[in-house]
């Protein structure tokens, strides 16, 4: 009795924030299965590489993105996810300023472009069902480590802060009640500067304190918001 081979493959959710919206990075398929469809980028692992070479390798090859760190989401692997055979994925995400990057297809892609998560294409493989875990973990994810160090510019609003969490977490929050526990976390530093946006009164502007903001990402804080 032959045994099938069991072949690893590696996919990328990237999110990318831009004020107010949250999109993701999805390639557009060159060969079968699903050509011609969108997907998640990502492909298989060779025999000498580590699944987070493989990944990085992947995402850079398909779609001409670099990124240090990409997070390890779950392994899928469903029996019929992949029509070329026994296929198991190792999912990684990240979340990245698409401003910072210039796109391009390559390699397995025919077309590489950012979605926004509220007006997405059709997907291939389970490429959904990653992409909501994905998206799952992320807000998840923000309530016990504090983020927007890469997100925001080097000098923003309190406002600004506001708007990262609402959007990516999908839901409005308790203004007081966040920046009460935001300030309490020791990592912003107030700045002698203002700023006018809209007709309101000109609002102080804020950094980030690097040391306590790295120190308490590897810690790790829950919050509630």
Known sequence: MNTPSIKLSVDAVVFGYEEGNISVLLIK?????????WAIPGGFVLFNES?????ERELFEETGIKINYLEQLYTFGNPERDPRGRVVSVAYFGLVRPDTFKIFASTDAEQVQWFSINKLPELSFDHKEILNAAIARLQAKITYEPIGFELLDKKFPFSDLEKLYTTLLGREID??????KIVGLNVLDE??????????????????NEKRYFQLKKEGIIFEI
């Open 29 to 37: 398929r060159k060969y079968e299965p699903f050509k011609g469809k």
């Open 191 to 208: 700045l002698q500067e203002k700023v006018s946006k809209g007709s309101g009164r000109p609002a102080n502007l804020f950094q980030f």
């Open 175 to 180: 203004r007081r009640n966040f920046r009460k």
């Open 51 to 55: 699944l987070e070479s493989a990944v």
